[in-house]
């Protein structure tokens, strides 16, 4: 099967959670916004289309389906691909952890826009400042302490079972962002996230998922995305509760 992914242009955002799952498995898709402007998604959202409708993108076109919300598409994808282990506990459990995932995402995109998302950042920093030292200082930690014992508990290489998932994919990606949007909180991380690490750089390593960063199709971060890197926005010196 070709899929079709439907995500805005020009930004990584959340349809690239789906995009490494993509790549990873060596699917055939095509990343249709990329290819014929952001245009051909209004259909979608306005219940032009057949199939269900989607709130906003990322949303998958799968034949004559339409499945939409990051953590759905990744579940609907895993079992197809391998990209998540064949017991129905593994599978709720590998949709818990992407749920989480998404969690931390949207936290991070409220660090730059707290108030509203009609609104340009210049028009919320005071708030954007003290949203962003909350979540440098307390919901980074406690994120990734909770992912950290989630990898200690299994077997120290993967989030679930003894094989790679969706999920390992996932929190690659949500490392990058962090990594590229608080780069001095991350870096105070460091030796609490040794495990999260590892795992990064094993994904990094995957044939299909190197080929894919190495290629013009891995959107650079930047700041139209949900990781946006504005150094006012992290503090100077980074302590974290022991």
Same mark, same amino acid.
């Given at each position: 099967?070709?899929?079709?992914?439907?995500?805005?242009?020009?930004?990584?955002?959340?349809?690239?959670?789906?995009?490494?799952?993509?790549?990873?498995?060596?699917?055939?898709?095509?990343?249709?916004?990329?290819?014929?402007?952001?245009?051909?998604?209004?259909?979608?959202?306005?219940?032009?289309?057949?199939?269900?409708?989607?709130?906003?993108?990322?949303?998958?076109?799968?034949?004559?389906?339409? =499945?939409?919300?990051?953590?759905? =598409?990744?579940?609907?994808?895993?079992?197809?691909?391998?990209?998540?282990?064949?017991?129905?506990?593994?599978?709720?459990?590998?949709?818990?952890?992407?749920?989480?995932?998404? $969690?931390?995402?949207?936290?991070?995109?409220?660090?730059?826009?707290?108030?509203?998302? $009609?609104?340009?950042?210049? $028009?919320?920093?005071?708030?954007?400042?003290?949203?962003?030292?909350?979540?440098?200082?307390?919901?980074?930690?406690?994120?990734?302490?909770?992912?950290?014992?989630?990898?200690?508990?299994?077997?120290?290489?993967?989030?679930?079972?003894?094989?790679?998932?969706?999920?390992?994919?996932?929190?690659?990606?949500?490392?990058?962002?962090?990594?590229?949007?608080?780069?001095?909180?991350?870096?105070?991380?460091?030796?609490?996230?040794?495990?999260?690490?590892?795992?990064?750089?094993?994904?990094?390593?995957?044939?299909?998922?190197?080929?894919?960063?190495?290629?013009?199709?891995?959107?650079?971060?930047?700041?139209?995305? =949900?990781?946006?890197?504005?150094?006012?926005?992290?503090?100077?010196?980074?302590?974290?509760?022991?």
């Amino acid at each position: 099967m070709r899929y079709e992914l439907y995500y805005w242009t020009g930004i990584q955002g959340r349809g690239e959670f789906v995009r490494l799952a993509l790549e990873d498995a060596g699917a055939a898709y095509a990343d249709v916004a990329r290819e014929e402007g952001d245009g051909i998604i209004m259909p979608f959202l306005r219940g032009e289309r057949p199939g269900a409708q989607p709130y906003a993108p990322p949303f998958l076109r799968a034949g004559r389906q339409v =499945i939409a919300q990051t953590a759905n =598409i990744l579940a609907f994808l895993g079992p197809r691909h391998g990209l998540v282990p064949a017991s129905a506990a593994s599978q709720v459990y590998a949709l818990q952890l992407q749920l989480t995932i998404a $969690d931390v995402v949207a936290e991070a995109h409220d660090t730059h826009h707290p108030i509203a998302t $009609d609104l340009y950042y210049e $028009d919320q920093r005071p708030e954007a400042r003290k949203r962003a030292a909350s979540f440098c200082k307390e919901r980074i930690p406690k994120y990734l302490g909770y992912f950290e014992q989630v990898l200690e508990r299994n077997d120290g290489r993967h989030a679930l079972g003894r094989r790679h998932s969706y999920v390992d994919l996932s929190l690659f990606q949500l490392m990058a962002g962090l990594d590229y949007a608080f780069p001095r909180t991350m870096k105070g991380l460091r030796r609490r996230t040794t495990h999260l690490r590892a795992l990064s750089e094993r994904v990094a390593d995957r044939p299909n998922i190197a080929a894919y960063l190495a290629s013009p199709r891995r959107v650079a971060f930047n700041e139209d995305g =949900i990781f946006r890197h504005y150094p006012e926005l992290e503090p100077r010196i980074f302590r974290t509760r022991q």
